[in-house]
């Protein structure tokens, strides 16, 4: 059973950069054809996908982040990490890894963190 | 247009059956996922691909697509079903997208 857990600081101030880990357990980050994506949610609002990063170090992120995020993965420790740069209150959410599969046309987050919330504030 | 578009709130009479329904030009091309999701918790993928339910979700779940149109019907909902439900799919350019999300109440 793949777990994903979330990690990195609650609370980041504004302008600074955000820097979330996730770690996979239950399996190898890089077997199988699977994407890990990062997504967040406001709180009381819907999810938002920030990008994602694929088994052989490619990645896709979301058009409205892109110039702010960066995906990495280290599979020697089997996790993936998003950096987000100069950070505003707009970007305080919780904040999920998932596993990005490719299934019968189209995608579907199979497996997911729990979750971390991270709040931007001075 | 790169959207998906969800009905905010939707409710059903306990035992009774309902469709929660996602609109988007790319699901004319791609098939939604769906996820339930309740407070506090993290989205949970009940349908997936033309109809799969991952294993553990009920049959009561079932996905359908018609046109650029994709649903979600629980048939005989449960009390314990009241959740926010949001689709997904890809945007023009290939990459994730969520609806807005639908918030179901069971009565």
């Known amino acids: 059973q793949v777990q994903l857990q979330e990690s990195g600081p609650g609370l980041v101030k504004p302008s600074q950069t955000l820097s979330l880990t996730c770690t996979v357990s239950?399996?190898?980050?890089?077997?199988?054809?699977?994407?890990w994506s990062w997504i967040r949610q406001p709180a009381g609002k819907g999810l938002e996908w920030i990008g994602r990063i694929y088994t052989s170090g490619s990645t896709n992120y979301n058009p409205s982040l892109k110039s702010r995020v960066t995906i990495s993965v280290d599979t020697s420790k089997n996790q993936f990490s998003l950096k987000l740069s100069s950070v505003t209150a707009a970007d305080t959410a919780v904040y999920y890894c998932a596993r990005d599969r490719l299934s019968e046309g189209g995608n579907h987050f199979d497996y997911w963190g729990q979750g971390t919330l991270v709040t931007v504030s001075s | 247009s790169s959207e998906l578009t969800q009905d905010p709130a939707v409710s059903v009479a306990l035992g009774q059956t309902v469709r929660i329904t996602c609109q988007g030009d790319?699901?004319?091309?791609?098939?939604a996922s769906w996820y339930q999701q309740k407070p506090g918790q993290a989205p949970v993928l009940v349908i997936y691909?033309?109809?799969n339910r991952p294993s553990g979700i009920p049959d009561r779940f079932s996905g359908s697509s018609s046109g650029n149109t994709a649903s979600l019907t629980i048939t005989g909902a449960q009390a314990e079903d009241e959740a926010d439900y949001y689709c997904?799919?890809?945007?023009?350019?290939?990459?994730?997208?969520f609806g807005g999300g639908t918030k179901l109440t069971v009565l």
């Open positions: 691909g033309k109809n």
């Open positions: 997904n799919s890809r945007d023009s350019s290939g990459n994730p997208l």
């Open positions: 790319s699901l004319r091309s791609y098939y």
């Open positions: 239950g399996g190898s980050i890089s077997s199988g054809s699977y994407y």
